[in-house]
């Protein structure tokens, strides 16, 4: 399970098609340096997305 204290990298090393669930979100920073430490909360904040409807599309099976 996906949570928001994951981060980026994690994600899409851990879900294979996260990167494309991000970028639909507008996180277009999925292959930038910083998404290797970035958290998914953090990264949320950053946009300003919702945190909860982005860990639900991550976590989707």
């Known amino acids: ?15 294979e ?8 979100f507008g996180m277009g920073c999925v292959g930038c340096p910083s998404a290797q430490v970035e958290t998914i909360e953090q990264a949320c904040e950053v ?12 976590n989707e099976k």
Do not use: F
């Open 1 to 15: 399970m996906i949570t928001k204290d994951n981060t980026i990298g994690e994600v899409i090393r851990l879900n």
């Open 17 to 24: 098609s996260a990167a494309e669930i991000l970028m639909k």
């Open 47 to 58: 946009h300003g997305l919702n945190l909860e409807e982005v860990l639900n599309a991550l």
